[in-house]
């Protein structure tokens, strides 16, 4: 069964870091493209990371780049997330998601088509 697993978050003040993980189990990863999503309170899910199957392509959303790095070891079926500098407005619920059917490239994707983690929730307050 393919599961996803999210780890990492907490609780962390304005300017500080933390590394998120997802981690793989009962599918390798090495052909999904996977992406990092967010959900605030209140707010609607958005797309903040993407890598590909390869690690060769990535993207971020605008609100991140410069801050955040995806990264991926397919060895230990696992993807990152650093977050570095991080704002209150970064507070939210984060989702890894796998797909085989989208690329980075594309801008309008189903939710439907990813397999989901659990999310792990990430608190930037002084």
């Known amino acids: 069964q393919l599961q996803l697993v999210e780890s990492g978050g907490g609780l962390v003040q304005p300017g500080g870091s933390l590394t998120l993980s997802c981690a793989a189990s009962g599918f390798t990863l090495d052909d999904y493209t996977i992406r990092w999503f967010r959900q605030a309170p209140g707010k609607e899910r958005e797309g903040v990371s993407c890598?590909?199957?390869?690690?060769?392509?990535?993207n971020y959303a605008d609100s991140v780049k410069g801050r955040f790095t995806i990264s991926r070891d397919n060895a230990k079926n696992t993807v990152y997330l650093q977050m570095n500098s991080l704002k209150p407005e970064d507070t939210a619920v984060y989702y890894c998601?796998?797909?085989?059917?989208?690329?980075?490239?594309?801008?309008?994707?189903?939710?439907?088509?990813?397999?989901w983690g659990q999310g792990t929730r990430v608190t930037v307050s002084s």
């Open positions: 998601a796998a797909t085989t059917i989208y690329r980075c490239s594309d801008r309008v994707t189903l939710y439907s088509n990813y397999s």
């Open positions: 890598i590909s199957s390869s690690g060769g392509s990535t």
